[in-house]
């Protein structure tokens, strides 16, 4: 089966500190890749996609490396706000009775991240 | 526009129950999901549906049923409720080919005892 593996956390960083989040995927077919954050007993949220040549947003900025099949989320100048569990989704191909061209998403455990006054 | 609904919040229920999860949106998607959350572990894809009539087993379907028969609403069905159902259970839904951004319901809370 195939795994999206995260650090296991958890992160327990003062206010303003810099946070680095790293993720691997097994599944070479892979095409899509996201960050999502979910707050303590809430759903998840889209927080960023990882593209190939990276992104930034704000104070929030993604890599990937299809080679080594390795995500990162980099948060600088953490926030007490920004306390949550951060979860690694890979979008891999899904096959079944729906058909080629459906996907599922595929998620990591999460890490835990506490930004401490 | 409410996004992803889903009903109840909580349930509690005996072994051997049954019940039906509700999950609506109102955004037109065609792909729904339904997920379980155990503590400490990532979700679970049990269920998903491409489109009105089509729906596929994803990694734990064993003890669950779907149905959907408008685009709106995908409910997820417990036959039998085992204690290893207790688990936080979340709707979501997407726009094309699961490429883009999953929607998710607040979740429901089931235990099973």
């Known amino acids: 089966r195939k795994e999206v593996e995260q650090d296991p956390g958890p992160f327990n960083v003062p206010e303003g500190a810099t946070v680095a989040f790293n993720c691997t995927y097994s599944?070479?077919?892979?095409?899509?890749f996201f960050w999502y954050r979910q707050d303590c007993r809430k759903e998840p949220k889209l927080l960023m996609s990882?593209?190939?040549s990276g992104n930034e947003d704000g104070r929030f900025t993604a890599q990937l490396n299809r080679a080594s099949q390795y995500i990162s989320l980099l948060i600088r100048d953490s926030k007490l706000s920004d306390s949550a569990t951060y979860l690694c989704v890979v979008n891999e191909p899904s096959g079944g009775v729906s058909g080629a061209g459906s996907y599922q998403l595929t998620f990591g455990k999460g890490t835990k991240l506490s930004v401490i006054p | 526009n409410a996004g992803v609904t889903q009903t109840p919040k909580f349930r509690i229920l005996k072994i051997g129950q049954s019940m039906t999860l509700q999950c609506t949106q109102d955004?037109?998607?065609?792909?729904m999901y339904w997920y379980r959350q155990d503590p400490g572990m990532g979700l679970k894809l049990i269920y998903y549906?491409?489109?009105?009539?089509?729906?596929d087993k994803g990694e734990v379907p064993n003890g669950y049923n779907v149905s959907r028969s408008t685009t709106e609403d995908f409910p997820l069905r417990l036959e039998l409720a085992a204690p290893s159902q207790t688990s936080v259970y979340f709707c979501a839904s997407s726009s094309t080919r699961g490429r883009n951004e999953q929607f998710f319901g607040p979740g429901t809370r089931l235990t099973v005892l």
């Open positions: 549906s491409v489109g009105a009539g089509i729906t």
């Open positions: 955004m037109n998607h065609n792909y």
């Open positions: 599944n070479s077919a892979s095409q899509s």
């Open positions: 990882v593209y190939s």
